[in-house]
């Protein structure tokens, strides 16, 4: 195993030792210097290089706090990877396989994750605004107060997913299969939902005011207090919804189903 010695003069003068040192910590699985927010940023820069080449296998390493952002870690093996509150803007993580990785607070912003593996990972309260993650795989993901505002989530799997509070703001869902799941309280103001399968999903006082929901199927769904609020529905499918306190003022409904759905009735004149 590789030992440091931080106390060592070259240290001081030399990043590609120091780097070279923190890589190695890296590789032996070893806790990370305290030393590490204080590196040099040529230090970081060679250690971030060294990550990039060794993409092939980063399996189960310790990323906390890293900056690698602008990174090219396409097809690289994540898996089990620690990368809470890491600097990961503009990253390239396509193809790249992060199963059940942590992303806890996680800065992704214009990150690609197109076609990425990301199923039992932790992306609670991370950064995704921006990002694309068209064809990524994000099955059984934590995504509590995730920020995917803007983000492309087209062919997307989210199949047991938790987006509770989830902001989703402008994002594009478009066809997204989004059956059975929690999204209460989650923001899908102004989102492209258009096509979206919604079918027995708890969406209880989520934002969906002035999303797109052109043919979507909300059949079966919670949408107890929702807010609806100036959304297209042309040609969507409420039957059997719960629209119990649901705001609907200024939404579209035009060829919408609306047959058996609860509380309609009563909202007739909004």
Known sequence: MYKTNFTSDRKKIDPHFLAETYFQHLLNKQPLPREYDTLPQKAKAILKQMIANHKSNLR??????????????SGAQLNRVNLNVANLTEINLAAANISEASLHKTNLQSANLSEA???RARLN????SRANLNGADLADCGLIETNFTKANLTNVCLKGAILIRTVLHKANLSEVDLRGLDLHESDFSEANLQGAKLTGANLNRANLCNANLQNADLSCANLIEADLGGANLTGAHLSRTNLTGVNLANAILDRANLSGAKQFAALKNF
Do not use: K
Request: contains cysteine.
């Open 125 to 128: 309260r991370a950064n995704l």
């Open 60 to 73: 189960d390493l310790n990323l906390r706090g890293f900056d690698l952002s602008v990174c090219d870690l």
């Open 117 to 119: 593996i990301l199923c």
